[in-house]
């Protein structure tokens, strides 16, 4: 995907990002950190803003008014990420309900172009699915198809 994102940073082992979100409230620290899990080769996506401690707060509701801009990047960091371990799948679910709705809406908007390079799944009712617009999911699960 080719969209206007932010410049990163990225801790040498790839599991830590940080950008600058630019707008009205002014410049705000974002934090992309993946975490395997339980289950080798799945990592989970956490996303929030860099709180006063440093740690990544993702309850936090920025309103900078560069919601796309921030979502590609994110995206971008999941381009990153697998590009130094092309088997893992990535999982990602809000830390709200309204947060996980802006992630499907936001996987919905780009999700022609997402499958160039993506396998992407939802969850719903327990059960993992080949993700489709217009459905309600409560967890999303992408892996990069053959880089």
Known sequence: MNLP???????????IFEFISEGPNGQIVKIVQYTETNT???YNLAFG???????????????NGDREKV????????FAFTDT??????????STKSRTR???????KYLEAMQNDFEVY???????EIFVKGI????????RKNV
């Open 102 to 108: 802006l992630y499907r809406m936001g996987l919905s």
């Open 5 to 15: 994102c932010y410049a990163l940073t990225a801790e040498q082992s790839m599991m």
């Open 40 to 42: 080798k080769g799945v």
């Open 136 to 143: 309600e999911y409560e967890a999303f699960l992408a892996k």
């Open 85 to 94: 371990r092309p088997d893992a799948w990535i999982y990602a679910a809000g």
């Open 49 to 63: 803003d860099r709180d006063a401690s440093g740690a990544l707060d993702d309850f936090s509701i920025s309103n």
């Open 71 to 78: 979502l590609a990047t994110v995206v971008a960091t999941i």
């Open 122 to 128: 939802g969850l719903r009712n327990q059960e993992w």
